[in-house]
C-alpha cells in the first residue's frame, strides 16, 4: 500500500511538473506567434560567394561571376549568406522571454508571389530588440515548367536595382520558425510576415 501511494505521488508530480513545462512552452510560443518583426537592415548579401548588394547594374559583374551565377541560377543550386538586423517586439510582459530557433522556413513573395524560398538550418536565438543574425541558406527560385522561372529572375533583378517607384514590386518576407521547447523543437502553425 505504501509502494501504490509513493508511487501515485510520483506520477502526481511529473504530470504537474509536465502541465507547468507546457504552459511555459505555450506561453513562449504565444508570446513568440504574437510578437511584431521588422528588417531594420541587411549588412550583406552574398549569392555562392559573389556580394551582390553593391551590384546595381550588368556591367558590376565579372565576367566569371556573371557565368557562376547563370550557372548556378540555371541549376536553381543558388546559396545565400546574409547579415542581417531583425528587430522582434514582444508584448510589455513577455520581454524577457529568448527563443532558439532550431530552424527557420522562409519564402519572399513579391506582388503577392512566391519567388524565393529557403531553409536556415543552423539555430539562432531570438530575444526583445535588435537581433543579429548570420543566415546562410540554399535559395530554392519558384520554377515554371519544371525549370526556375526567369519572370522570376527578372522581378528579382527589378527589386535590386530600384530603390522605390512604381515598377517595383510589392515585397513580402515571411518566415515560419521551429522553435526549440521544453518538449521538443515545435513549429509554429503558419508564416510570419516580416515588415521592411
Not at 19 to 31: E, G, P, V, W
Not at 105 to 124: F, H, M, N, R
Request: proline share 5%; with cysteine.
Amino acid at each position: 500500500m505504501r509502494k501504490k501511494n509513493k508511487l501515485m505521488s510520483i506520477v502526481l508530480l511529473l504530470g504537474m511538473a509536465l502541465f507547468a513545462f507546457s504552459c511555459s512552452t505555450k506561453n513562449d510560443l504565444d508570446a513568440f506567434k504574437e510578437a511584431k518583426y521588422s528588417l531594420s537592415g541587411i549588412n550583406e548579401i552574398k549569392l555562392n560567394g559573389v556580394n551582390v548588394l553593391n551590384k546595381k547594374r550588368p556591367e558590376d559583374f565579372s565576367f566569371s561571376e556573371a557565368a557562376m551565377l547563370f550557372s548556378a541560377f540555371s541549376d536553381n543550386n543558388l546559396l545565400a549568406y546574409s547579415n542581417l538586423g531583425l528587430n522582434v517586439e514582444l508584448d510589455e510582459g513577455s520581454k524577457e522571454r529568448s527563443m532558439t530557433v532550431t530552424k527557420l522556413k522562409w519564402q519572399l513573395l513579391l506582388d503577392g508571389k512566391q519567388t524565393l524560398s529557403g531553409l536556415v538550418d543552423e539555430p539562432v536565438e531570438l530575444r526583445h530588440g535588435l537581433n543579429t543574425i548570420n543566415v546562410r541558406t540554399p535559395i530554392m527560385l519558384s520554377e515554371e515548367n519544371g525549370k526556375p522561372g526567369y519572370n522570376n529572375l527578372i522581378r528579382l533583378v527589378t527589386l535590386l536595382s530600384k530603390s522605390d517607384g512604381p515598377s517595383r514590386p510589392e515585397i513580402v518576407l515571411q518566415i515560419k520558425p521551429t522553435i526549440q521547447t521544453s518538449v521538443g523543437p515545435v513549429e509554429m502553425p503558419g508564416f510570419i510576415n516580416v515588415k521592411n
